[in-house]
């Protein structure tokens, strides 16, 4: 089975501007998670998506968003970017959206902002 | 959430156990505790998890106190493969809360000498 698939794996992009990062989940996931790692801040949730709905939300700022394809694939989106944006970007997909069921995380974004 | 507390560091030989600790005082009666690893340039990856008992599986132990205020997480025979940040995670099942989030801390870092 594929694991999870993000795109594109480096991404360069300026203040101001916005950015969509994209997310395939493990063939028969349902549950897309996203997080951002940054050196200061480590790994943070940032939300998460089951059957196209938003289930639960990290605190970060309304620029973030994302949003769940009938195929479980998942976008992120970031608007106007800031310097303290950059950072790399994880998706997470898992089998079911409750505790028991573990994640399996891809390679990541890795997003400049300049 | 409940929080946890592991040591920054720690060092090994390879082919020697490793023994990675975790304190949760504060965890509740039914809250999971999981462990994550992320090695270099890598997300995250799922490593075992439990409730009460301790568990096996391929890849480690996961060792939990009577009562559950610390656990320990057993590599029994180190490679240079673990060398990785190790997180121990504690997952409540309060829904909406759950939902797909990890809260991750700041881990411990394994160092495994050849």
């Known amino acids: 089975k594929a694991g999870v698939t993000q795109t594109p794996r480096y991404l360069i992009k300026t203040r101001g501007q916005q950015v969509t990062l994209s997310c395939s989940p493990i063939?028969?996931?349902?549950?897309v998670s996203w997080y951002q790692q940054t050196p200061g801040q480590g790994l943070q949730f940032l939300f998460e998506?089951?059957?196209?709905?938003?289930?639960n939300k990290g605190n970060f700022p309304g620029r973030f968003s994302g949003r769940q394809f009938s195929n479980s694939r998942s976008e992120m989106n970031v608007s106007t970017l800031e310097l303290g944006d950059s950072a790399l970007y994880l998706c997470?997909?898992?089998?079911?959206?409750?505790?028991?069921?573990?994640?399996?995380f891809g390679p990541g974004t890795r997003l400049t902002v300049t | 959430d409940a929080k946890t507390t592991q040591p920054n560091s720690m060092e090994s030989n390879e082919e020697e156990p490793v023994h990675l600790p975790c304190n949760h005082s504060?965890?509740?009666?039914?809250?999971?505790i999981h462990w994550y690893r992320q090695l270099p340039s890598q997300g995250p990856e799922y490593v075992i998890h439990?409730?009460?008992s301790n568990v096996n599986n391929r890849m480690a132990s996961l060792a939990i106190a009577e009562d559950r205020k610390s656990s320990t997480l057993i590599l029994h025979r180190a490679t240079l493969r673990d060398a990785a940040v190790y997180y121990c995670?504690?997952?409540?099942?309060?829904?909406?809360?759950?939902?797909?989030?990890?809260?991750f801390g700041q881990g411990t870092i394994l160092t495994v000498h050849p």
């Open positions: 997470a997909s898992s089998e079911g959206s409750g505790l028991i069921y573990e994640q399996y």
């Open positions: 063939s028969g996931h349902r549950s």
């Open positions: 998506y089951f059957s196209e709905t938003q289930r």
């Open positions: 504060t965890i509740s009666g039914t809250d999971y």
């Open positions: 439990g409730l009460t």
């Open positions: 995670i504690l997952r409540a099942p309060r829904v909406g809360t759950s939902y797909g989030k990890l809260t």
